[in-house]
Structures are given as C-alpha cells and as structure tokens.
C-alpha cells in the first residue's frame, strides 16, 4: 500500500519546489515516520545559493515519530522519536530501521536535531583536550556555539570566542567564555600572547582560516572544522614554521561513532539547542527562510522546518 506526501527538491540556483512523492508501507526491517522537524544545515543554504552538479538529499538533520513497524523490527516500537541522516524535510519516510536512534520524548522536536550535534562530537575528539588547555573558537554562529556551550562545561582554562556579531560574543559569554574579541579589531599578538593550544576554525571563510593560523601558538592544533568552500589559500609556511598540528574534524574523520554522545549531551543539556535555534517555519515557507539565511540576516542563527505537530 502506498500513500502521497510533500518534500522539497532543491531545483536549481535559489529555486527550491515542494513536489509530492509516494511512500510504501515498511517491508521487512522497515519502518515508516512522520517527519516532526528538521534543522536547515549550512550545506542546505549552500545549494540554494550556488545550486548542486547532482541530485541533493532533502534534508539531513530531521527527528520524527515512527508510524509503522515493518516485520522483524523489535527494538523499536510505534509512537518512538527517532533520528538518523536519513530523515530530512519529507513528511514521511519509509527506511531501513538499522541506522536510527531513540531520542527522549522531552521538549519540543527542534530541540533534538542531533545530526549537527554529532558533528560536534567528532570536532570535539579531534582537539585532543587536556586539562587546563586554553582553546579558541573562531566563528560563532550556530556550529561555533555549540562548541562554545561544550567546552563551557569542561575543564579548559581560557575559553576565547572570535566573531564579527557582538551579539554572537555576548552570548558566548554566557556559555562560559572567558575571553572574546570581535574579529575587525583582533591584535593577533595579544591573542598569540595567550598561549592558545588549540583554535577551531568554525568560520568556514578564508579571513577565519587565516586568522585562526596566526594566533595558535607554536607547537599548537589547528582544527579545521568549518567548510571552506571553493580554492582558499592555504597558509602553508606559516603551519610549517610554526609547527602547527592542522587536523580536519568534518563528518567523514569521526574516531568513533558520535550520535549515542550527542543525545546524551543534548538529554544533559551539556549542548542545548533552544537558545540557538532562531527560527522555526512550516515546510511552505521553507524557501522563504533560506532566503533569510543567505543574505546573512545578523538575526539569523538556525533553521528549522516544523512538519507535523508532536
């Protein structure tokens, strides 16, 4: 038996169209789910700006509710939240039931968009902390400030938050920075007088990935966890004199499996998304918010696309 429901098709540069597509009931180790929410990953608003060279997966970071259990399915059970990278802005799905993670019925659904989360989990593995290290975020957009909220609760000595929004800084500071400095007016010396064992580059753009260069100490780890896009210029000589450490944390280098610590970091509230989560829209006015989002509304922070009501 099948049934009709809508999703979005990223259709070219700054076109997106809500199409209807067929969903079957679940065959065996299937499971069928309404889709409660997705958050809009920065790669969402990429393809929007830029268009893709192929087909693009509609949406990544969804958490629904599982309808229908296919045959053989027992460790979940109907009525379940769930999440997993196959969930995006479809209203429903039928998948595989490998793959999938129970999250707590707690709070509303955009407060369990776990896939960005997880991501954080493998930037964080990859800075390699020790106690009383002293740590830099460069950018603190969405991403940067998940990050900032982890390391606020961890045992780091200086916490140094990098931005251009001031707005962005204050808030930062309220998740436990100890240090923060508004990138036009960065003395790179004063934050090299910091002693800053490792930088994150969450910026993604080519003044974040040079600033984060200058200011690691000598010895020090840079972890490039944004993606810069495009042919950036790498400062080789200065990683190589310095003797910089330069990792990349993206998805595909996790140490482990992250999504099991991401929800326990959401259930503790270790990373809470709630203050970070500026806006929430229905799946009609999703092209409307990706506009927002690519004119680089200093009120914008996170997407998220609210499907069916929980």
């Known amino acids: 038996m099948t049934s009709r429901c809508r999703t979005i098709h990223y259709a070219g540069k700054e076109k997106i169209d809500l199409v209807e597509v067929e969903v079957s009931d679940p065959g065996p180790g299937e499971v069928q ?4 929410a997705c958050g809009v990953c920065a790669w969402d608003v990429h393809v929007y700006k830029n268009g893709a060279d192929g087909p693009v997966p509609p949406g990544h970071e969804g958490v629904g509710r599982i309808l229908k259990l296919g045959v053989g399915v027992t460790h979940l059970k109907e009525g379940d939240w769930v999440t997993g990278g196959r969930l995006g802005f479809t209203e429903r799905i039928t998948c595989p039931a490998s793959g999938l993670y129970v999250v707590p019925q707690q709070r509303r659904p955009q407060d369990w968009i776990v896939e960005p989360v997880a991501c954080i989990v493998t ?3 990859h800075c390699k902390l020790k106690p009383a290290d002293r740590i ?3 950018g603190c957009g ?3 400030m998940m990050f900032v909220q982890a390391l606020g609760h961890s045992l780091v000595d200086q916490l140094i938050c990098i ?3 001031n707005g962005r800084l204050e808030m930062a500071r309220k998740f436990g920075a100890t240090h923060t400095c508004n990138a036009k007016d960065a003395d790179v010396q004063d934050l090299r007088n910091l002693s800053i064992d490792t930088v994150v580059d969450c910026s993604g753009a080519q003044q974040g990935l040079d600033l984060s260069s200058k200011i690691v100490k000598n010895g020090g780890r840079l972890n490039l966890f944004g993606w810069n896009h ?3 210029q790498f400062p080789g000589d200065l990683w190589h004199m310095n003797g910089i450490t330069v990792v990349n944390s993206a998805p595909n280098s996790a140490e482990r499996n992250p999504w099991p610590a991401a929800i326990r970091l959401l259930e503790r509230r ?3 998304l709630e203050p970070l989560v500026s806006h929430v ?3 009609d006015k999703y092209p409307d918010l990706l506009k927002q989002a690519s004119q680089k509304d200093g009120s914008y922070m996170k997407g998220v696309v609210s499907l069916n009501a929980a």
């Open 142 to 144: 969405f991403m940067g």
């Open 281 to 283: 829209v229905t799946l």
């Open 123 to 125: 930037g964080l593995d």
């Open 33 to 36: 789910i309404e889709t409660l």
């Open 136 to 138: 830099a975020i460069v």
């Open 163 to 165: 931005d251009v929004n």
């Open 270 to 272: 270790l990373i809470d």
């Open 230 to 232: 495009g042919t950036g």
